[in-house]
């Protein structure tokens, strides 16, 4: 990219310049674009590099826009950025944030707030719960860059109506027969796609897990009624084989194999048309199955928001390449080149949107919209390993008798929140 090339042509400069005193001019100073390093997660499609490169030249020499990549795993993605930003690493100028990573990162000091006229520009037209993602105790510490969704995914030639809610969905693939397409896939691996699912559950049933950053919710019923949808589903003849260890790509290819139901992000569409376009040509999308008949379901929430370190030296000028990079525009080129959800509504409306989701970009939409964001609290990584230590395996639920994995919720959940989780 011609912006690195140009940010490393200048720190090599300024080692040059150093024995004559001139270092303290380099990074901008003496006119020349200041290097502005970026810590992301890689998207295959290659559309960071291409936004990158696109508000570097929009900047008119302002700025140069250095990438550095992070691993496509979330957990090693925020350990290498929590051991960076503890160790107050002023190389890092913006970041790429989980959205249940903000409340964490803001907590901690890591992040600036954005000043009030900034923070209404970045947030025109976002969606309501993605800006949730962005918050922290009334302030916006994250800039949505992109959003993203499951969807209720399943074969229109085994099933002629989509299924509402999950017990619904388990008899329907118990009738089908594991012959025949009845088998179900979704995220059910110790990880945390594991507290995606658990969290959609419980906000589906009517409940939240925390109603505030250190106030553990959980109300009994509606809690226990989405653990028995859990357990049903997990210990289903229509559970996969490899339920307990499975993930969005395990799932996937399960669903490309033959299963007639799936819950997954939208990637999943584009993987299928690409590796069993059989399937891909009779898949349908539907909203992710609620829990109560009649309840509208509350579908997981994931996506990227945008901050600036705290310790940037640079911050300024970070604010203005955030600003750049969450413009419609560039989540428009994030959308066709990774089949990213754009976390402003009105895009949606685009031709751009409408050709990476065919047919269903108005139930993205929707989807997002209503979605049930995960807790927003500076523990939030002790709550999950939480959710996950009291909930995994799903099978060890008795959806005839939840009580006893609720009350093993509860307390898990509750000690999570009175850690300080920060490392």
Same mark, same amino acid.
């Given at each position: +990219?011609?912006?690195r090339?140009?940010?490393?042509?200048?720190? #090599?400069?300024?080692?040059?310049? $150093?024995?004559?005193?001139?270092?303290?001019?380099?990074?901008?100073?003496?006119?020349?674009?200041?290097?502005?390093?970026w810590? $992301?997660?890689?998207?295959?499609?290659?559309?960071?590099?291409?936004?990158?490169? %696109?508000?570097?030249?929009?900047s008119g020499?302002k700025?140069?826009?250095?990438?550095e990549?992070l691993p496509?795993?979330?957990?090693?993605?925020?350990?290498?950025l929590?051991?960076?930003?503890?160790?107050?690493?002023s190389?890092?100028d913006?970041?790429?944030m989980?959205?249940?990573?903000? =409340?964490?990162?803001?907590?901690?000091?890591?992040?600036?707030?954005w000043?009030?006229a900034?923070?209404?520009?970045?947030?025109?037209?976002?969606? /309501?719960?993605?800006?949730?993602?962005?918050?922290?105790e009334?302030?916006?510490?994250? *800039?949505?860059?992109?959003?993203?969704?499951?969807? #209720?995914?399943?074969?229109? %030639?085994?099933?002629?109506?989509?299924?509402?809610?999950?017990d619904?969905?388990?008899r +329907?693939?118990?009738?089908?027969?594991?012959?025949?397409g009845?088998?179900?896939? #979704?995220?059910?691996?110790?990880?945390?796609?594991?507290?995606?699912w658990?969290? =959609?559950?419980?906000?589906s049933?009517?409940?939240?897990?925390?109603?505030?950053?250190?106030?553990?919710?959980?109300?009994?019923?509606?809690?226990?009624?989405?653990?028995?949808?859990?357990?049903l +589903?997990?210990?289903s003849?229509?559970?996969?084989?490899n339920?307990?260890?499975?993930d969005?790509?395990?799932?996937?290819?399960?669903?490309?194999?033959?299963? &007639?139901?799936?819950?997954?992000?939208?990637?999943?569409?584009?993987?299928?048309?690409?590796?069993?376009?059989?399937?891909? /040509?009779?898949?349908?999308? =539907?909203?992710?199955?609620?829990?109560?008949?009649?309840r509208?379901s509350k579908?997981?929430?994931?996506g990227f928001?945008?901050?600036?370190?705290?310790?940037?030296?640079?911050?300024d000028? &970070?604010?203005?390449?955030?600003k750049?990079?969450?413009? @419609?525009?560039?989540?428009?080129?994030?959308?066709?080149?990774?089949?990213?959800a754009?976390?402003?509504?009105?895009?949606?409306?685009?031709k751009?949107?409408?050709? *990476?989701?065919?047919?269903?970009?108005?139930l993205?939409?929707e989807?997002i919209e209503?979605a049930g964001?995960?807790p927003?609290?500076p *523990?939030y990584?002790?709550?999950?390993?939480?959710?996950?230590? &009291?909930l995994?395996? @799903?099978t060890?639920?008795?959806p005839d008798?939840?009580?006893?994995?609720? %009350?093993?919720?509860?307390?898990?959940?509750q000690?999570?929140?009175?850690?300080?989780?920060?490392?």
């Amino acid at each position: +990219m011609r912006g690195r090339r140009r940010a490393r042509l200048a720190v #090599l400069t300024c080692a040059v310049m $150093i024995g004559v005193g001139a270092l303290a001019g380099c990074g901008g100073d003496d006119g020349g674009p200041v290097s502005l390093k970026w810590f $992301i997660a890689i998207q295959p499609g290659g559309s960071i590099q291409k936004v990158a490169e %696109d508000c570097s030249k929009a900047s008119g020499g302002k700025y140069d826009i250095d990438l550095e990549l992070l691993p496509t795993d979330a957990s090693q993605q925020r350990e290498q950025l929590v051991r960076r930003l503890g160790a107050e690493d002023s190389s890092i100028d913006l970041i790429g944030m989980d959205v249940v990573w903000t =409340a964490e990162f803001a907590n901690a000091g890591w992040i600036r707030k954005w000043a009030p006229a900034d923070r209404k520009e970045v947030s025109r037209g976002v969606f /309501k719960p993605v800006l949730e993602t962005a918050s922290y105790e009334g302030d916006l510490y994250g *800039a949505p860059f992109n959003s993203n969704t499951q969807l #209720l995914w399943y074969r229109k %030639d085994l099933v002629p109506k989509p299924p509402k809610t999950w017990d619904e969905m388990v008899r +329907m693939a118990e009738k089908l027969g594991p012959d025949n397409g009845g088998q179900i896939q #979704l995220q059910s691996n110790k990880y945390e796609g594991f507290t995606v699912w658990a969290n =959609a559950m419980i906000e589906s049933a009517g409940t939240q897990i925390l109603s505030g950053p250190e106030t553990v919710d959980l109300t009994q019923g509606p809690t226990e009624k989405a653990l028995a949808s859990m357990g049903l +589903m997990a210990n289903s003849p229509a559970a996969a084989p490899n339920l307990t260890t499975s993930d969005e790509d395990t799932s996937r290819l399960g669903f490309e194999a033959g299963a &007639a139901f799936m819950v997954n992000y939208t990637f999943a569409y584009g993987s299928a048309r690409e590796n069993a376009p059989d399937v891909a /040509k009779n898949m349908g999308a =539907a909203r992710y199955p609620g829990i109560v008949p009649g309840r509208e379901s509350k579908p997981p929430l994931g996506g990227f928001n945008l901050g600036v370190s705290t310790y940037s030296k640079h911050a300024d000028l &970070a604010f203005d390449a955030a600003k750049c990079l969450t413009e @419609p525009r560039q989540q428009l080129t994030v959308t066709e080149l990774d089949g990213l959800a754009p976390a402003r509504s009105g895009l949606y409306d685009t031709k751009a949107v409408k050709k *990476a989701f065919p047919g269903f970009a108005n139930l993205v939409r929707e989807s997002i919209e209503t979605a049930g964001p995960r807790p927003v609290t500076p *523990a939030y990584q002790d709550v999950s390993l939480g959710i996950q230590d &009291a909930l995994h395996p @799903p099978t060890k639920i008795d959806p005839d008798d939840p009580g006893p994995a609720y %009350d093993e919720l509860k307390d898990k959940v509750q000690q999570g929140v009175d850690r300080e989780g920060l490392l």
